[in-house]
């Protein structure tokens, strides 16, 4: 694999590790299956993209892709929380929302950055390889919000956050808006989802209608990887697992589709990821119950 | 101060299932006084315990705490005034989280949320001093997550969880009917000590008429989702099993059987 196509899957992969991170806090934090995903990836793309054209600075165009995800996901659980909706019919409903929303903000099915100003412009100027610079940027940017996801879920806050995903009668006993809560929850998990949007956007120069199918299902393959592979056993390494879930997950398709011998083109990405996150959550149990034989078997 | 006027709650009403579960159930309960309840299967004890905590809010009437009307207050919104253990050891806690973890989650019980550290090195002296009184060795293990406890282990956490913060009512539900005899006594004297000490004003369902007769000041009975018998102080002492059979046989003249009473 040359180091260009390296770079390019760390790069993606630390993207991703944004979406594992907001696929976290909605499936494993707060017990909620949340497909929004799918639709506030393509929305942080959109409105950063758009605003960007606009003339509006990047970072500040960021800013309002990370609020339009964060307003998605707070849509989606008002939808179940105020209105009863089942909480994976309330997110296909606010997913197929996006797709005509997105395509409204756009005015188009997709926007080009030719020539803007984005977050990644004026490392241009720095002394490094073009492939080196947007994945250093990146890697900034989740270590910041790494740090500060994982002091959130260790704050009061936080904590009642993650006794309302796992005992909301216990939670509510102590005094937990457990709906007020799962509202914030599933807001903050679709506002870096709309983030990753956004710098994928930048990084790749261009926003697209259609980028967002399949999002949630490469950040539950980075999730279900990063757990297989590494200890779950403080929140902090939690979420840390997600992060290294997410860079694995792109490195091993870079690789697949760079061995020619598989026979394997970027079209099959998405076959693979499905077979991939199904062995991921098939696998433990197999383990399991092929133990349980061998010990039948003495 | 626990102030409960003509409680009525119906279950699908105007269906085929229709449950009229609470009666008009009035009663008082005087600051430190400790009430056991008992009652059979169905008598409304649950649902009475639901409505104090305010997971189920009363089609008709009123409860008051303190003077201050909170018949349509919701659980979290009650959680400062009333504390609870559940019958289910599991219920109580969350197993995904940690010893100390739990135990901050029920030490901001009733009290608002920042986005300060949840665990600090005071709370967790705090957590160890209380913890040390089960006697069970757990305030060396802080950080061990809850689901590695049996479940007595879980029931006196909880119960100490409960007690972390000061409330106008604690409610125990059946709280040791899932343990083993020995653990049962244990988690039972355990919470005797601890309303004691701490001169709490409790309600405790329980199933067994032995239990709610040796432990408390006062002992209700719930039949048929109202109040069967309610004795109290000199009528009280002395009173045996027999005695209360014959109590509510006389009060409701049915008789009812030992065993329905201790299988409830």
Redesign the interface.
Known sequence: MSAIAFFGAIESGLLFGLVAFGVFIAFRILDFPDLTVDGSFPLGAAVAATLIVLGWNPWLATAMAIAAGFAAGALTAWLNVRLQIMNLLASILTMIALYSINLRIMGKPNVALLGDETIFTPMDNWDLPYYLSAPLLISAVVLVVFVLLVR?M???????M??TG??S??????????GRLTILGVALANGLVGLAGALFAQSQGTADVTMGVGTIVVGLAAVIGGEAILSTRTIARWIFACLIGAVLYRLVIALALNADWIGLKAQDLNLITAVLVTLAIVAPKMKQNLSKRRRGAQ | MIQVEQLHLTFGAGTPLENHALRGINLSIPEGQFVTVIGSNGAGKSTFLNSL?G?VIADQGQIFIDEQDVTLW????R??LV??V?QDPL???????SIE?NM???L????S???????RSEYRELFRERLSRLGLGLEQRLGDRMGLLSGGQRQAVSLLMATLQPMKILLLDEHTAALDPKTAAFVLELTRSIIEEQNLTALMVTHSMRQALDVGDRTLMLHEGNIAFDVQGDERKGLDVPDLLALFSRNKGEELSDDSLLLG
Do not use: W, Y
Not at chain 1, 154 to 160: I, N, P, Q, V, Y
Not at chain 1, 170 to 178: D, E, K, P, Y
Not at chain 2, 74 to 77: D, E, Q, S
Not at chain 2, 108 to 111: L, N, P, V, Y
């Open positions: 959130f260790t704050s009061e806050t936080g904590l009642a993650r006794a796992v005992n009668k216990m939670a509510r006993a102590n005094g937990i808006h457990t | 905590a997971e919701p659980t979290n919104k959680a400062g504390a609870r559940f219920a109580g806690t969350c197993e995904a989280l973890e901050a989650l029920a901001k019980r009733g009290q949320r920042g986005l300060s550290r949840s665990i």
